[in-house]
């Protein structure tokens, strides 16, 4: 299985991709009913904004100790930390997407001018950086679960991982300010 998967790599990121982006629009678009999930107690539904913003922290950590540990050359610690990260953002995704489903997206409390000027441009940047990011981790993740570590160096994860982990640190943090801006400053 890991000697296929490792030839299609390239073919599983697509598919993946596809299928994850898919899942966010139905939800955000309201395609995915939420009739066929079971409906959570109004104060979990509360607290999943306040648990993805901890969440995103912790990923913003673990990004930057994976990062930390690659370049001392610890490859078993980057790989853990990044994996950690993967969680963190798949337990974010699905709570976020849940509480889409049925509560659809916070509106903003602020002032209009707000709004307009700052709080839509840095959504849009995190959300464009959080779409593009989806195939570049799979595609980072795939070359390194199936591979040998001695492996991996001979494959682009390097130059591709160092993309991604920036627009993925930049895209967590401009998530955690857009939580402030709808949770905290407002």
């Known amino acids: 299985m890991e000697i296929r998967a490792r030839n299609r790599v390239r073919e599983l990121t ?4 596809v299928l994850s982006l898919a899942a966010v629009f139905g939800a955000v678009l309201g395609a995915i009913p939420s009739s066929v999930l079971p409906r959570a107690p109004a104060a979990v539904l509360d607290a999943i904004p306040h648990v993805n913003a901890v969440l995103s922290t912790l990923a913003i950590v673990t990004i930057l ?12 610690r980057h790989r853990a930390m990044m994996l950690t990260t993967l969680g963190l953002f798949v337990a974010f995704l699905v709570l976020y997407l849940y509480r889409i489903i049925f509560r659809g997206a916070a509106e903003f409390p602020g002032p209009e001018t707000i709004y307009q000027f700052v709080y839509l441009p840095i959504l849009a940047v ?12 799979y595609y980072v993740v795939l070359l390194a679960v199936t591979r040998p570590i001695d492996a991996i160096y001979e494959t682009s994860h390097r130059a591709v991982g160092r993309i991604a982990a920036s627009l993925w640190l930049i895209s967590f943090f401009l998530g955690d300010v857009v939580y402030a801006m709808l949770y905290v400053v407002y």
Do not use: D, T, Y
């Not at 697509?14 to 991709?17: E, F």
């Open 65 to 76: 100790l994976g990062v930390r540990f690659i370049r001392r050359g610890q490859v078993k």
């Open 14 to 17: 697509a598919a993946l991709s």
């Open 126 to 137: 995190h959300i464009v950086l959080a779409i593009v990011c989806i195939p570049l981790l």
